[in-house]
């Protein structure tokens, strides 16, 4: 039985001249697993409001909705509330207490539940998520982990028949993730729970889906089964589509004749599935003379007359007297043109550190000193935090003001980094209208019209698409080419095997392990790449498709 059915559905923004949705059809089917995909402001997001009825947006529509066959807009309220769930890309705008339990007891308290039953779910869903230690503590003592799956247990305790997620997984670590689309794929499985999920790290999620529907410019591109995609991608479809496809099936499209395709079932999307592949293939030589993974963690491929733009010494950082140590005598150096990714579990500290280099947080002991004369700019992983204006285009010429330019000066920077990131159809968008990719882009960009030696970035991968992060690339590439620096707060495993310079593990307060991406990431079991995990026995220090010949 459909769950949800789409006839022709159109929406546009209010002063947008085009529309957000564009004629979409479709129909989802109870117990389905479905993933949304699509580059950033294809209308995923938006689709996703349409579906959950109380954050429809604002603006001018056609079509019909249907949920079990009945218009949704007839939907009373209660259902409408209590069997479509939702859980939002940034954990904190879905958080509405101050402690967990108050937090979990909310919205079945909305429901006029009884006392005996919310007792009973809460114990229930607490015991599966494992929150009991802390259910009494603050919402904000929480990582963004943490968070994220209080939002999907206060979601579950109305026990849903339609879940909905967007973007659910963009800031956690990899672990985190892939824990927590565990427990998806078992309400999907064990449940038979609906799942809408839309999502830019396909790696794990796209395996689980039972249909893929790609989204561009608010239409309909293609769909079906994730092997029927990856078929169409490899014959039909652009190159560009291969972005949103597991690096297994990817690799399986690089190195394979056309003629394999026919095959269905033969298709990759796992790591596993693409080793054995591999084997059965014997594509890989077993001999790996000179591939040993580089012990050092001193080797960082740096030069030792390298310039030092920051050094952090022994720094010491707790938020309260009486608190724990957040960083416990962290020593680091960044080296001028270098990009520096740092990674780790949430709720390490790696937020922490940037706000203790950027000089918003001081710390209780050691230094973090940069060099004379330089500067650094800081962009938060929330971007909502730099927006004040009414226009993408007003926010981009008050921080050139504020940067001292001149009113050409301010229309060349503005006119480029509009071009690398493509806002040219977001200049008269409120910033809050736009999804949560375009409102990262339009943050990164205001930062740079600041100039920095030193660009300091907390997730700034987190909701862009594949093509929106090769853009980002290019951009920190020829930034380092004219000496800037960066350090990188990341969970994308990925992006930092491909780009960083040096990789650097914050674990227990301070730098575990440093090195070049591909000493640092073939030493890990879980944080390091796919294509690492499917080839490591014949090149260990493999990281990307391009590394596999």
């Given amino acids: 039985m459909e769950i949800i059915t789409a006839e022709r559905l159109s929406f546009r923004y209010p002063d947008e001249s085009r529309n957000s949705l564009d004629e979409l059809s479709f129909s989802v089917n109870e117990g389905e697993f479905v993933v949304l995909c699509g580059p950033s402001g294809c209308g995923k997001t938006t689709l996703l409001r349409h579906l959950k009825r109380e954050l429809t947006p604002v603006g001018t529509g056609s079509g019909t909705l249907k949920y079990q066959g009945q218009l949704l807009a007839e939907l009373s309220p209660e259902r409408a509330a209590g069997e479509i769930g939702m859980v939002f890309q940034n954990p904190d705008a879905q958080i509405v207490m101050d402690t967990v339990w108050h937090e979990l007891a909310f919205s079945m308290e909305n429901m006029g539940y009884p006392p005996s039953v919310m007792r009973s779910r809460l114990a229930e869903i607490s015991g599966l998520f ?4 802390l259910l009494y503590k603050s919402v904000h003592e929480l990582s963004g982990g943490q968070k994220q799956l209080l939002n999907l247990a206060s979601v579950l305790l109305l026990q849903p028949k339609l879940l909905l997620l967007d973007e659910p997984t963009s800031q956690l670590d990899p672990v985190a993730a892939r824990e927590f689309i565990g427990i998806l794929q078992r309400l999907n499985e064990e449940m038979s729970m609906t799942i809408v999920i839309s999502e830019h790290r396909l790696e794990e999620v796209l395996p689980l889906a039972d249909r893929v529907l790609l989204l561009e410019d608010g239409a309909l591109k293609a769909e079906g089964s994730p092997r029927e995609m990856v078929r169409r991608i490899g014959k039909e479809l652009s190159s560009s589509h291969l972005a949103y496809l597991p690096t297994a099936a990817r690799l399986f499209l690089r190195l394979s004749p056309e003629a394999e395709y026919a095959e269905l079932n033969s298709l990759p999307l796992t790591v596993r599935e693409g080793k054995q592949w591999l084997q059965k293939r014997r594509l890989l030589e077993t001999d790996a003379k000179g591939m040993a993974v580089a012990g050092s963690v001193a080797n960082t491929g740096l030069s030792t007359d390298a310039e030092v733009l920051l050094n952090c010494r022994e720094v010491t950082f707790r938020y309260e007297q009486d608190g724990p140590e957040v960083l416990k005598k962290l020593s680091l150096l960044l080296f001028r043109g270098e990009l520096l990714t740092i990674m780790g579990g949430n709720g390490a500290g790696k937020s922490t550190l940037l706000h203790v280099i950027s000089g918003l947080a001081k710390p209780q002991r050691g230094k973090a000193e940069l060099a004379k004369g330089v500067s650094a700019g800081y962009l938060a992983q929330n971007p909502l935090l730099y927006f004040s204006q009414d226009t993408v285009l007003e926010e981009l010429q008050h921080m050139a003001h504020y940067a001292g330019m001149t009113e050409a000066e301010s229309q060349h920077e503005i006119a480029e980094l509009t071009a690398i990131f493509q806002l ?15 409102q990262q882009k339009v943050a990164l960009a205001m930062v740079l019209l600041l100039k920095p030696d030193i660009l300091l970035l907390d997730e700034p991968t987190k909701g862009l698409d594949p093509g929106a992060k090769e853009n980002l690339a290019s951009l920190l590439l020829h930034l380092r080419s004219q000496g800037a620096s960066i350090i990188i707060v990341t969970h994308d495993v990925e992006f930092a095997a491909r780009h960083a310079s040096r990789c650097a593990m914050l674990f227990d307060g301070g730098i575990t ?15 390091t790449t796919a294509v690492n995990r499917m080839v490591r026995d014949w090149l260990p220090q493999a990281l990307t498709i391009e590394d596999v010949n």
């Fill in 513 to 527: 392990a440093e090195g070049t991406p591909e000493s640092f990431f073939s030493a890990n079991y879980f944080y």
């Fill in 424 to 438: 040219q159809d977001l200049w008269g968008s409120h910033p809050q209208d736009i999804s949560g990719g375009q």
């Fill in 130 to 133: 494992g929150l009991e230690p």
